[in-house]
């Protein structure tokens, strides 16, 4: 179900390590002025102060009552359950727990269900409800493809390599709250490490300065990226190899992620505002090959995929294929060439898990 038109409001937040951004939602549009105050993420009274001040304010803005409180943070956490680990990085406030159960503290104040989800997971969700997952079907229907894909891999580069899956419209969360955790997932380029070790903010930093032959502890993804626009001085072949690099560790990891997930990709984070330099490797991996033992090459993943971001490619995968078979009286139309497809989010991450907090707390009050 989409949520665009919905009534219901819900009071959404986002979770940084040095601020909380309170706000509310309806319909998928933000109805409030956002409320900032400190995190306080070594400080677990004050944190919690700030959140229950911050939700508080936000409701004696609103008109009308919210039906519930949704927003990502930080992980590990049993998500469903609500309950915050004590082993969070960027919050030291819960160390000194057993885990928190945060849901549970914030229902008894506010007397409405909390939902809780990890940033990669409500940004697919947001993706497949108001972004990407519908831009495509609808575009494809525009075209007259009678194809409809319903299913969703959300992928977000920035401090780490983070990801949801969405099938058949529900988020995929796991048995221990660990669906679509894609960090630990093999590194192309060094193997005997993850791959979030090369697609991260620290990957690019790291490999530039390899590429580069030069230690500089202040450099930046932005920086890197400027530099091979020639916009700032540095070596520039070596920041369009590194991003090609990230490309080819990330298409690889991506590969595997798609022959198990059969669905649509779509990219969010800061470091995807430089995909014409990674991308292009990333659909080389995809669209390349893997060897039989005997050094035979065959199809890296069994669908080809197609870059969405480009209007030309968007055409030729939305183009009508296959063979009308006759039984008898009856035509059946077989479409044996197997397409998916991989863009840069239009809408951004930050309004996607927005999006996707939104509609995943009325999901979940649909099926009360």
């Not at 609500?82 to 960027?90: C, E, T, V």
């Not at 992928?155 to 390599?161: A, I, M, R, S």
């Not at 590194?242 to 800061?270: H, K, N, P, S």
């Not at 490797?281 to 870059?307: F, H």
């Amino acid at each position: 179900m989409l949520y665009q038109f919905d009534s219901r409001v819900v009071l959404i937040l986002d979770a940084g390590g040095t601020n909380f951004v309170f706000s509310a939602m309806k319909g998928g549009h933000i109805v409030t002025d956002p409320i900032t105050l400190p995190a306080h993420a070594d400080n677990i009274e004050k944190c919690l102060a700030s959140l229950e001040n911050g939700f508080e304010t936000v409701v004696n803005r609103l008109d009308e009552k919210p039906v519930a409180i949704s927003f990502s943070f930080p992980g590990p956490a049993n998500y469903p359950e609500g309950i915050i680990s004590s082993s969070l990085p960027n919050f030291p406030a819960f160390a000194d727990t057993d885990g928190f159960p945060l849901k549970d503290y914030l229902e008894n104040i506010f007397q409405i269900p909390v939902f809780i989800n990890n940033d990669g997971d409500l940004f697919a969700f947001g993706e497949a409800h108001f972004g990407f997952l519908p831009f495509v079907n609808n575009k494809l229907k525009e075209l007259g493809s009678n194809k409809h894909y319903k299913n969703l891999i959300g992928l977000t580069f920035g401090t780490g390599f983070g990801a949801g899956i969405v099938i058949n419209g529900k988020l995929l969360i796991g048995d221990n709250s660990c669906g679509g955790e894609v960090f630990p997932l093999r590194n192309k380029e060094k193997p005997d490490c993850f791959v979030e070790e090369t697609v991260s903010i620290r990957g690019l930093v790291r490999m530039y300065q390899e590429e580069n032959k030069l230690e500089d502890k202040n450099i930046t993804p932005a920086d890197i990226f400027l530099i091979a626009e020639g916009e700032k001085e540095g070596n520039q072949s070596a920041a369009i190899r590194t991003f090609e690099r990230f490309g080819d560790v990330a298409g690889d990891a991506i590969a595997d992620i798609v022959t198990l997930i059969d669905g649509l990709v779509v990219v969010g984070g800061g470091i995807a505002g430089a995909s014409k330099y990674f991308l292009p490797a990333m659909l080389k991996q995809l669209n390349g090959t893997i060897n039989k033992a005997d050094g035979t090459p065959i199809p890296r993943i069994p669908q080809k995929m197609y870059n969405l971001s480009d209007t030309n490619d968007f055409n030729d995968f939305a183009k009508k294929s296959g063979v009308e078979l006759k039984l008898g009286n009856k035509t059946i139309w077989y479409d044996k060439e197997r397409k998916s497809g991989i863009a840069i989010s239009e809408i951004g991450a930050t309004i996607a898990i927005m999006r996707g907090a939104y509609s995943f707390a009325l999901s979940e009050l649909d099926k009360e």
